[in-house]
């Protein structure tokens, strides 16, 4: 099984910034370095349902990763929240992931944070990565 070292700073802010996109699903990037998430971003859902599904505007994602290679960071990968339901990936994410990025999900609920679980495609499924401090 894979891991995923996220930094307790970077898990914080995971936490917080999907939080206060409830009831809405919240997304952006996982930054760092050899397979250590040390940033968080958030960006902008451009999705048309946004409590249901998220999506990156193009030029908004160009945009960051040009921030990020700037500040000598790598995207990892994709994390977003999923509003009053569990940290597993629907079939809209694994219709949209691409191989070889980790996929954060925050379940989140008017009580908090629910759950925070990574998962990466193996084929044409997810398996779930350990996350790690």
Same mark, same amino acid.
């Given at each position: ?24 699903? /919240? ?5 760092? !370095?050899?397979? #250590? @998430?040390?940033? &968080? *971003?958030?960006?902008?859902?451009? $999705? =048309? ?14 945009? /960051? ?5 700037? !500040?000598?960071? #790598? @995207?990892?990968? &994709? *994390?977003?929240?999923?509003?009053? $339901? =569990? ?25 908090? @944070? ?9 084929? =044409? ?9």
């Amino acid at each position: 099984m894979s891991t995923l070292a996220i930094d307790a700073a970077a898990k914080e802010r995971l936490a917080a910034l999907a939080l206060a996109g409830y009831p809405e699903e /919240a997304c952006g990037l996982l930054l760092g !370095a050899a397979n #250590r @998430v040390s940033e &968080v *971003w958030l960006l902008r859902n451009a $999705a =048309a349902d946004r409590r249901q599904h998220f999506q990156f505007d193009a030029l908004e994602y160009m945009q /960051a990763e040009r921030r990020a290679d700037s !500040a000598g960071l #790598r @995207v990892l990968g &994709v *994390w977003h929240s999923h509003p009053d $339901a =569990a940290p597993e990936p629907s079939a809209m994410d694994r219709q949209e992931a691409w191989p070889g990025w980790s996929y954060v999900i925050v379940g989140t609920s008017t009580d908090g @944070v629910t759950g925070i679980r990574s998962w990466r495609l193996a084929g =044409a499924d997810f398996v779930e990565e350990v996350i790690q401090s």
